[in-house]
C-alpha cells in the first residue's frame, strides 16, 4: 500500500508591479482586504530589467512583493492567481485613466526549497495547475542559498529580490516548526 503524506502548506507571496506610487499603496490596501495580514513586505524596487510593461504599466514601474501571514495548501495557487487577475481589472478601472493596467499582480508560493509563480500562459517549462492556469519553478533553495534556471526572469536573479525571498523562506520554517 502506498504511503500518501498530508500536503504541507506553504507561504503565499505576491509581487506587484505599479505605475507609481499611489497605485502601489492601492494595491497593497487591496491585497490586504482580500487576503489577510502581511507579515513581510520588501522594499518598493525601481523596476528596470525589462520595457515589456511599458505600453500597460508606465515608463517607471515599481516592484514591491509581499508575504501573507497565515500559511495557505498549495493547491489553492490557480484561484489566488484568478483573484489577482480580478483584482487587477478592478484597480485598472479606479486608477490611472493613462495606464491601462496600472498594477500587475503575480501570485507565488514558497516552500523550504523552491519558489513557485503562477502564470495563465503556457510554455515548455509550466505545469498546468487546473482552472486554466500554470505554475513553474522559478528559483530552487539548495545549499544555502537561491539557484536560478534558464527561464528565471532577471529580476529574479537580483540579490535584493533573493534576500527578501530568504527572510519569506526563514519566517514559513519558523512557522512550520510552531
Known sequence: MWQINPVQPVKLIIGILAGDEQCLAKALET???????????????????????????????????????????????????????????????????????????????????KLILASTKNFSHRIYIGDN??????????????RCFDWTYPDYQTQHYQDFLSKVRIRLLEQLKS
Not at 501573507?68 to 490611472?96: C, Y
Not at 528559483?139 to 542559498?145: A, G, H, S
Request: no cysteine; proline share 6%.
Open 133 to 146: 492556469m500554470y505554475a513553474e519553478v522559478t528559483l530552487i533553495y539548495e545549499k544555502k542559498r537561491w
Open 31 to 113: 491585497l490586504k482586504a482580500e487576503f489577510g495580514d502581511f507579515d513581510l513586505v520588501s522594499d518598493a524596487w525601481s523596476f528596470t530589467q525589462t520595457d515589456y510593461y511599458v505600453n500597460e504599466i508606465g515608463t517607471e514601474p515599481l516592484r514591491q512583493f509581499v508575504a501573507v501571514d497565515k500559511l495557505i495548501d498549495p493547491g489553492e495557487l490557480a484561484q489566488i492567481k484568478h483573484r489577482t487577475n480580478e483584482i487587477e481589472k478592478a484597480l485598472a478601472k479606479t486608477l490611472r485613466d493613462d495606464l491601462p493596467r496600472p498594477v500587475n499582480l503575480d501570485p507565488g508560493l514558497i516552500e523550504p526549497s
